[in-house]
């Protein structure tokens, strides 16, 4: 009982300051058209400088890897870093809290960065696996104070559209920047490439600090992990949607485990390549922001996160039936579909489902951790099943799972919508 009224209290201090808060934030006056004009401009050239940094640490470790002689554990380590660095986030969030926004940007956003450097000294599998969970990790870092810094840099009305912008930007350089990094792997040895990305990502450090910011005095105590890990509790229908999501997303991951193993040691899939279908993919993102922006203005994104996990069953098929690297190009484009639908349906489900404006981050932390426990748990699944089973019938269990699961998922979104 002295436990639930505890919470009840801090909830109830919570409130309070949120109020005090908002009151604060309704005194500041909109940046001005030249102030707007200017942080777009940084903003979209920091995001763009940041394409081959992500890149280097998203799309090409798990395959870089495995043609260095990377066992199936380091391979599973390696696409289970993001996933790792996903449970950070409620650390990172009460960590920076009343830290200032942009020094954190600058100084935890430096070491980061400058952080992939260290795979130049990467002679083994387990370093590089090692750096980049380490680069992960240490990314959610700023992801907290970016939030809050663009909360005040952009007005309310025009948010969502100007860093829509950006990302549009930005993914049209990746598409260049994945072919480069693709060919330079060819030719160079990735301990000298990535210290290359490295830099890049540094830069985009520091561009993005050349953004106009007044820092504020933030008296929100922070919430604890007893009151964020209740919100199911509070929330049956969260809940019910949590673990439905839960089961797709792990029968998804599980066959995704497996994919840098089908390209490297039976389609033998080059580097110049494997830049190629990261252009591919990054231009059909582009294109797919735009249609799933209209379509989640017109339905709930629950029906749209279930487009992207039937998505994910069909690519999973396409590795079943993939004889030659070719196959590829359409998973390229489908990843590319479900990955910028996933993106809009999980901020917009967090909106809808939360109450009050102010609970959108503890739900979106919570979807976050369970994001990371089943992106840490399917690889290593994989890495077990793959001692007394051929990698196609993982993918076997992975298809036949994800379908199960999506069933469930469709009888559940009749009591959530």
Request: hydrophobic letters at 55%; glycine letters at 6%; charged letters at 15%.
């Amino acid at each position: 009982m002295a436990n639930t009224e505890d919470g009840i209290q801090n909830l109830q201090a919570i409130r309070k300051a949120e109020k005090a808060e908002v009151a604060t934030e309704s005194e500041y006056s909109p940046p001005g058209r030249v102030e707007l004009a200017r942080t777009f401009r940084f903003d979209a050239l920091a995001a763009s400088v940041f394409g081959t940094y992500g890149l280097a640490i998203i799309y090409f470790p798990a395959i870089v890897a495995r043609k260095n002689g990377a066992p199936d554990f380091l391979v599973s380590l390696v696409i289970a870093a993001p996933s790792i660095g996903q449970l950070s986030a409620i650390f990172w969030t009460r960590f920076t809290q009343h830290l200032p926004n942009m020094k954190v940007m600058f100084w935890f956003g430096s070491i980061t960065r400058l952080s992939l450097a260290l795979i130049f000294f990467a002679k083994e599998p387990l370093v590089f696996a090692l750096v980049i969970v380490l680069c992960h990790t240490m990314e959610l870092s700023m992801t907290p104070s970016y939030a809050r810094i663009m909360q005040q840099v952009y007005p309310n009305q025009r948010r969502g559209e100007l860093m829509g912008k950006v990302r549009v930007i930005s993914s049209m350089v990746t598409i260049l920047a994945g072919l480069i990094l693709g060919a330079a792997l060819e030719i160079f040895p990735y301990q000298w490439v990535y210290p290359g990305a490295a830099l890049l990502g540094f830069a985009s450090v520091v561009v993005f600090c050349q953004i106009r910011y007044r820092e504020e005095e933030r008296s929100k105590p922070p919430v604890s992990l007893r009151l964020l890990l209740a919100t199911p509790l509070m929330d049956k229908k969260y809940k019910a949607f949590l673990k439905a999501v839960f089961l797709m997303g792990l029968f998804n991951l599980l066959g995704a485990a497996v994919f840098p193993l089908i390209m490297v040691d039976q389609l033998h899939v080059s580097n110049s390549f494997l830049g190629i279908t990261s252009s591919i993919q990054s231009f059909v993102a582009i294109l797919s922001y735009y249609m799933w922006g209209k379509f989640i203005d017109r339905h709930h994104p629950l029906v749209l996160i279930y487009i992207t996990f039937i998505i994910g069953a069909v690519v999973i098929l396409l590795y079943v039936m993939a004889w030659a690297y070719w196959f590829l190009i359409p998973v390229a484009i489908l990843t590319g579909v479900s990955t910028a639908g996933g993106d809009l349906a999980n901020i917009n489900n967090a909106i809808r489902f939360s109450k009050n404006s102010r609970d959108i981050p503890h739900y979106m932390a919570l979807y976050s951790s369970l994001v990371g426990v089943r992106g840490i748990a399917a690889p290593f699944l994989a890495t077990v099943l793959l001692g007394f089973m051929e990698v196609h019938l993982i993918l076997v269990i992975s298809f036949a799972g994800l379908v199960v699961a999506c069933l469930n998922f469709y009888r559940v979104k009749k009591y959530l919508v």
